[in-house]
């Protein structure tokens, strides 16, 4: 989900935010034992102008159960998008 100006003074900014999840079918998780039956990841971000032709966005996403092997901790990417239109 997106919204486009969510401040008026910065009608070009974009807040983002979205949910994934990704399942393991019944017979994926009866042959194999201990694994979570989903992945699920929660993503929020923010695209700003910093200049005329330069975006900026940064892209934390918050995994729960990666791979949904329950051996691995959940965990925090965090990205960074530049767009530079020439």
Known sequence: MNWTGPFAS??????????????????????????????????VTYQVAVMPGVMVQPDPQY???????????DAVVVGLRVQIEL
């Open 63 to 73: 995994f729960i159960d990666p791979g949904t092997d329950p051996t691995i901790d």
């Open 10 to 43: 910065r009608a070009a900014d974009v807040f983002g935010v979205a949910y994934a999840q990704a399942r393991n079918s019944d017979d994926f998780l009866h042959a194999n034992p201990g694994f979570e039956n989903a992945e699920t990841v929660v993503e």
